[in-house]
């Protein structure tokens, strides 16, 4: 108890006999009134009218067109202008000329080294194999 009054969850405990045994329920009326509606609310919800079929399959329906109406828009968004532009401007950036590279033989780049770096990297990035078995593969290996 908090101190006057039972919070919400004592006076559901109580409706569901878990509740406190202080009998603060008989003595306050404000938590009797509070208990006699929680009853008479879930008394109209156990009357309730039964589900039928027809109901779920409306609500079924009503599901289907929400997502269907979030799939069209989505669509929609990405025929819009803008990224048409947008492509149009990664195009011309990547397309750009861009100044030769060249190999030097004594301190700077070797271009085999590098397309077999960039081989491995590659081979890494697309591998649909998880990192974490990268080890268990030293197991396997013949000595």
Do not use: K
């Not at 006999?17 to 306050?28: A, F, K, N, Q, T």
């Amino acid at each position: 108890m908090n101190g006057n009054h039972w919070t919400n969850d004592e006076v559901v405990d109580h409706l569901y006999g878990v509740g406190p045994e202080d009998g603060h329920e008989r003595e306050c009326a404000e938590c009797q009134w509070r208990i006699v509606e929680l009853q008479a609310r879930r008394e109209a919800a156990a009357s309730g009218d039964a589900v039928t079929a027809g109901f779920l399959r409306s609500q079924r329906l009503a599901i289907a067109g929400r997502i269907e109406a979030r799939r069209m828009e989505l669509q929609a968004w990405w025929r819009t202008p803008v990224w048409v532009a947008v492509m149009a401007a990664l195009a011309l950036v990547l397309s750009a000329p861009r100044p030769a590279r060249e190999a030097t033989v004594a301190g700077g780049l070797n271009l085999a080294q590098d397309a077999e770096m960039y081989l491995e990297i590659y081979q890494s990035i697309s591998s649909e194999e998880p990192r974490a078995l990268a080890p268990m593969h030293g197991l396997f290996e013949e000595q």
